[in-house]
């Protein structure tokens, strides 16, 4: 489990394919503390697990399923990544619930300046949108921010000077693919509310409250 502040920004040092799987060694300081084999580090989003590891850098496996529904298939020696490791059971709730399972991506179609706050516009498919909600929370990146604006095609978000410098949204383009998380809340919200028994009678009914004990 993540809460979106990432911890440092780092760095590709090689990306290895093997048929429809890589393999992604990256450089890193702040992330490598306490961290052992088989942790979890949220790689822009994506929530990867330790294979190996150095004094400055550690190594993960990318499976098929992953490169498919993410950018990290996209990633070259030298690309900046977002980093953050799995939350501790002290640590401060500083963000939202991250999972770290990228339910798609999203393209980057505008960013404009607006004072010291910058604003990114991301165009996203509408399975991605019916979850979101204007002021409710979206993981660009793996990043927790709020959504300011949303249409049918599209939301923005508007950033600080302080989010900028310290995750890679300052280093990306107009055009530029992202990795999307939904607020994890909705798809439980709405899972719940459509029992797969229900499904063809109509969904949401005072009998269906009923019968699972809402009434």
Same mark, same amino acid.
Request: glycine share 10%; hydrophobic share 40%.
């Given at each position: 489990?993540?809460?979106?502040?990432?911890?440092?920004?780092?760095?590709?040092?090689?990306?290895?394919?093997?048929?429809?799987?890589?393999?992604?060694? +990256?450089? #890193?300081?702040?992330?490598?503390?306490?961290?052992?084999? @088989?942790?979890?580090?949220?790689?822009?989003?994506?929530?990867? !697990?330790? !294979?190996?590891?150095?004094?400055?850098?550690?190594? &993960?496996?990318?499976?098929?399923?992953? $490169?498919?529904?993410?950018? $990290? @298939?996209?990633?070259?020696?030298? *690309?900046?990544?977002? $980093?953050?490791? &799995?939350? #501790?059971?002290?640590?401060?709730?500083?963000?939202? +619930?991250? *999972?770290?399972? +990228?339910?798609?991506?999203?393209?980057?179609?505008?960013?404009?300046?607006?004072? %010291?706050?910058?604003?990114?516009?991301? *165009?996203?498919?509408?399975?991605?949108?019916?979850? %979101?909600?204007?002021?409710?929370?979206?993981?660009?990146? @793996?990043?927790?921010?709020?959504? &300011?604006?949303?249409?049918?095609?599209?939301?923005?978000?508007?950033?600080?000077?302080?989010?900028?410098?310290? !995750?890679?949204?300052?280093?990306?383009?107009?055009?530029? !693919?992202?990795?999307?998380?939904?607020?994890?809340? @909705?798809?439980?919200?709405?899972?719940?509310?459509?029992?797969?028994?229900? &499904?063809?009678?109509?969904?949401?009914?005072?009998?269906? $409250?009923?019968?699972?004990?809402? +009434?």
């Amino acid at each position: 489990m993540f809460t979106g502040i990432i911890e440092e920004v780092g760095s590709v040092i090689s990306v290895t394919r093997n048929g429809t799987s890589s393999n992604i060694r +990256i450089r #890193a300081s702040k992330v490598l503390e306490g961290t052992s084999l @088989g942790d979890s580090i949220a790689v822009n989003g994506v929530c990867l !697990t330790v !294979t190996a590891m150095g004094s400055d850098w550690f190594q &993960a496996d990318v499976m098929n399923e992953t $490169l498919s529904r993410s950018s $990290l @298939g996209s990633l070259r020696s030298g *690309s900046p990544v977002d $980093l953050e490791r &799995a939350m #501790a059971a002290d640590g401060r709730f500083g963000g939202h +619930i991250v *999972s770290g399972h +990228i339910d798609g991506t999203g393209t980057i179609s505008d960013i404009r300046n607006d004072g %010291i706050a910058v604003w990114y516009t991301v *165009s996203a498919p509408s399975q991605i949108l019916r979850y %979101i909600v204007e002021k409710g929370s979206i993981a660009i990146d @793996g990043i927790s921010l709020t959504v &300011a604006k949303l249409t049918d095609r599209d939301f923005s978000v508007s950033i600080i000077p302080h989010t900028a410098a310290c !995750t890679v949204l300052s280093q990306r383009k107009t055009g530029d !693919t992202v990795n999307l998380e939904n607020d994890i809340i @909705g798809k439980y919200v709405e899972k719940l509310m459509k029992p797969a028994e229900d &499904a063809r009678s109509g969904g949401v009914s005072l009998d269906m $409250l009923a019968r699972n004990g809402f +009434i």
